[in-house]
């Protein structure tokens, strides 16, 4: 079985900074593709940045700038640096991880439970 759990969410208010984590635990052979996610309450789901195993990076237009992922494969982590929020940044945060949890397997995505971030104005 694969777990992603997410920490690091919290109230801060704008201009601030978060740090978000997301640990993977279980068996797994090997890590692909990490992302993060965010939904905001009535909206859709959204990419927010992404990680490629050998370290290139992508980013929403509404975060490019402001907020830094990187990964720690040893660890099996994944990081979200946001600063300068803003409350549009306001939503629930989601770890999104591609990986093998066996040699001969093609690969799965599974997410995390959530992490709360709330930026006040």
């Known amino acids: 079985q694969v777990q992603l759990v997410e920490s690091g969410g919290g109230l801060v208010q704008a201009g601030g900074s978060l740090r978000l984590s997301c640990v993977a635990s279980g068996s797994i052979f090997s890590i692909n593709v990490m992302n993060w996610y965010r939904q905001a309450p009535g909206k859709q789901r959204e990419f927010v940045a992404g990680?490629?195993?050998?370290?290139?990076?992508k980013y929403a237009d509404s975060v490019m700038g402001r907020f830094t992922i990187s990964r720690d494969d040893a660890r099996r982590m994944v990081y979200l640096q946001m600063d300068n929020l803003v409350p549009e940044d306001t939503a629930v945060y989601y770890c999104?991880?591609?990986?093998?949890?066996?040699?001969?397997?093609?690969?799965?995505?599974?997410w995390g439970q959530g992490t709360q971030v709330t930026v006040s104005s």
């Open positions: 990680i490629a195993r050998g370290g290139s990076t």
């Open positions: 999104n991880v591609n990986l093998r949890r066996f040699y001969t397997d093609s690969g799965a995505t599974y």
